[in-house]
């Protein structure tokens, strides 16, 4: 763990036993994509005879831990001809003596079909909020084009042949760092039933596109870091360039919902940021023609469909402003009318007329009080679009935290 990275909390407590007061409760996820999509902003790639490492580290602590993996999109089933778990110490090194076999029905190996999902045996092993396990997957077989997550922030490691058992990658032959994460959707840990568990849900404002990565300074991690012990956690369905009315990049937020949000184990609360993509990608797609972004009506529209849907479900719908974005670097991207709609949807947001149960002023908390359509200087990326790290802890210190445990008010 870098040095100025948030501290874990502290460990939770070590009793947690199997009986109705716990229940299968998220404790990391990741959203996915296709690699099949015209959009093709990201790398995207299969494997063939090759172990591949990666970094999953838990929001919330349990008494067992259990993992998911998809093949949503793939083409062909995928086989997975052994899977170990085990705490990871530094960059690819784990430490052998928490090694674990991870099976599925009993069976070390399993074949995830085309757009199915696999849920992992419990492992039984007590887990903490702030740990880090990495899951080595043994992938002997051609997988064609993998179902991803573009912009994990946490580096993977794949390396020719089985080296499951191996203490560490590092300096293994053929060794290949992975700025994107492949196959794992999530993990669910046995918790007190009841612990509240927020999802964010929307774009790279989310996912942490602009965080310094394997750092764990993107906005969820961040609130994590302050939520108080017994306060639930966040998880993070940030999906980098995700628009909520129109697929790609991704499925749109509104199609997604159901498997990115409703489906998640344990869910109370629902933290969204989304629309700026839908105003900012069809310029962006069009340059140098010009594009009309979707209306303030038709956006107001989708928003009102999430938050209806969520609230249908029992959770808490918390809405965030659509955030800075003019000078973005990325060409057709800014457009007067997409400003405007912005305007207009954040007034609605930030009034009584929205259905969501509370909102957060993320795009105040960061604008450049000279220029508030822009990112204040010293809290951008670079690219007019994003914001760094110190960017994403002040939309951290934004948020109210009584917001992320408090039950849905009646209104």
């Given amino acids: 763990m870098n040095a100025e990275t948030p501290a874990p909390k502290n460990p939770r407590s070590t009793s947690y036993p199997h009986s109705s007061k716990t229940a299968w409760t998220a404790a990391f996820r990741s959203a996915v994509l296709s690699p099949y999509e015209s959009i093709e902003l990201f790398e995207r790639r299969g494997f063939t005879d090759r172990t591949v490492r990666q970094v999953i580290r838990l929001a919330g602590g349990g008494s067992a831990l259990r993992i998911r993996l998809s093949n949503q999109y ?27 076999p991870v099976l599925f029905d009993g069976a070390a190996e399993v074949v995830v079909e085309p757009g199915a999902e696999v849920i992992s045996d419990a492992v039984e092993r007590v887990v903490h909020a702030g740990e880090e396990w990495a899951l080595s997957l043994y992938l002997p077989e051609e997988t064609g084009l993998s179902t991803y997550a573009a912009v994990p922030n946490t580096t993977g490691y794949a390396v020719p042949g089985n080296a499951l058992g191996a203490a560490s990658l590092d300096s293994a032959e053929g060794l290949e760092l992975l700025v994107t994460r492949h196959y794992i959707t999530g993990a669910d840990v ?3 039933a009841g612990t509240p568990v927020t999802v964010a849900f929307g774009d790279s404002w989310f996912e942490g596109f ?80 010009p594009a ?89 990326s670079g690219d007019g679009l994003h914001v760094n790290d110190e960017g994403f802890r002040v939309l951290a210190d934004a948020v109210d935290l009584a917001l992320l445990a408090a039950p849905r008010p009646v209104k």
């Fill in 292 to 380: 009309e972004p979707p209306s303030a009506a038709e956006l107001i529209a989708g928003l009102t469909t999430l938050a209806d849907r969520l609230h249908a479900a029992g959770l808490t719908a918390i809405a965030t402003t659509i955030g800075p974005y003019k000078g973005t670097i990325f060409d057709g991207y800014d457009s007067p009318a997409g400003q405007a709609v912005a305007h207009r949807v954040n007034a609605w947001i930030r009034g009584a007329d929205s259905p969501f149960d509370a909102y957060v002023d993320t795009a105040a908390a960061v604008a450049d009080p000279q220029d508030p359509e822009r990112i204040h200087p010293d809290l951008g």
């Fill in 190 to 192: 046995l918790a007190p």
């Fill in 74 to 100: 793939g083409k062909t089933p995928l086989r997975i001809a052994g899977a170990r778990l085990a705490r990871r110490v530094r960059h690819s090194a784990v430490d052998t003596a928490t090694d674990t």
């Fill in 210 to 289: 602009g965080s310094t990565p394997d750092t764990d300074r993107r906005l969820p991690d961040l609130l994590n870091a302050r939520l108080p012990e017994g306060a639930g956690w966040v998880v993070n369905q940030g999906l980098s360039a995700n628009r909520l009315l129109t697929d790609e990049v991704g499925d749109s937020a509104l199609a997604r919902l159901e498997r990115d949000v409703l489906s998640v184990p344990g869910v109370t609360h629902v933290l969204v940021h989304l629309g700026v993509n839908d105003l900012g990608t069809p310029g962006q797609l069009a340059h140098p023609e």
